[in-house]
Nanobody, 115 residues
Framework: QVQLVESGGDLVHPGGSLRLSCAASGNMSNFNAMGWYRQAPAKQRELVARITASGSTNYADSVKGRFTISRDNAKSTLYLQMNSLKPEDTAVYYC?????????WGQGTQVTVSS
């Protein structure tokens, strides 16, 4: 069983920055891919960024150029650096890991962008 624990969510002003972290149990290099998703109130969960085992990344159009996903296998931690935050980035952010045919989720961390 894989456990994912997110941290780093906070209240931040528009234009500010945050870095989210996701601590994973087990060997992260075994995962096919990991990603960050978000869910705003009354909206469906959506992909924010994803990184494969080989290091390939893809981003939602709405965050390209502002967010950066990275992984540190030695620390078993996934990161999401978020810059130039906007009110529409407000959501619960979830960490995700794909292993074989299984998908694992963290419990989420709240990011609120407001003045």
């Amino acid at each position: 069983q894989v456990q994912l624990v997110e941290s780093g969510g906070d209240l931040v002003h528009p234009g500010g920055s945050l870095r989210l972290s996701c601590a994973a149990s087990g060997n992260m290099s075994n995962f096919n891919a990991m990603g960050w998703y978000r869910q705003a109130p009354a909206k469906q969960r959506e992909l924010v960024a994803r990184i494969t085992a080989s290091g390939s990344t893809n981003y939602a159009d709405s965050v390209k150029g502002r967010f950066t996903i990275s992984r540190d296998n030695a620390k078993s931690t996934l990161y999401l650096q978020m810059n130039s935050l906007k009110p529409e980035d407000t959501a619960v952010y979830y960490c995700n890991a794909e292993w074989r045919v299984f998908t694992f989720w963290g419990q989420g961390t709240q990011v609120t962008v407001s003045s």
